[in-house]
């Protein structure tokens, strides 16, 4: 049972991340750098919680087939193909960024962020919108 509801778990995770990154991006732009480092905190919470259950997920239950019609294969498997390849690449240039803020190196935490934040946004975006064509626009079959 548990493992059945991963997939909402990580889902919600993501929106999660997503809605951290957007509002931690509006708060650095309004000078409230407090703020900022809260919500930036919880994406990066979020996100690893993200990982965690989304490994455990994929440990523990098979894959199964996009259930879609084929006019729309090219479309999910473009999402999932850039998703998971921006997932795996960001990574470590989440962690960078993270170190760099936490040692007070700003000027170089603010430059690589600033490059990172799309990819990142895309990357958590793209995972709610895999979700959603996988579990509620062509659901799979019980």
């Given at each position: 049972m548990f493992v059945a509801m991963l997939p909402h778990i990580t889902a919600a995770l993501d929106a999660l991340s997503l809605v951290f990154l957007?509002?931690?991006?509006?708060?650095?732009?309004?000078?409230?750098?407090?703020?900022?480092?809260?919500?930036?905190?919880?994406?990066?919470?979020?996100?690893?919680?993200?990982?965690?259950?989304?490994?455990?997920?994929?440990?523990?239950?098979?894959?199964?087939?996009?259930?879609?019609?084929?006019?729309?294969?090219?479309?999910y498997f473009t999402f999932l193909f850039s998703h998971v390849v921006l997932a795996a690449a960001i990574l470590p240039f989440i962690i960078m960024v993270l170190r760099r803020a936490i040692a007070g190196n700003?000027?170089?935490?603010k430059h690589l962020a600033r490059r990172l934040l799309p990819f990142w946004i895309y990357t958590t975006a793209t995972g709610v919108l895999v979700y959603l064509l996988l579990y509620h626009i062509y659901p799979p079959t019980p």
């Open positions: 957007l509002i931690g991006y509006g708060l650095i732009r309004a000078g409230h750098r407090e703020a900022h480092k809260k919500a930036m905190l919880g994406a990066v919470i979020s996100g690893a919680l993200f990982l965690v259950f989304y490994v455990t997920h994929h440990a523990f239950a098979p894959l199964f087939a996009f259930r879609g019609p084929d006019s729309a294969r090219p479309y700003f000027e170089a935490h």
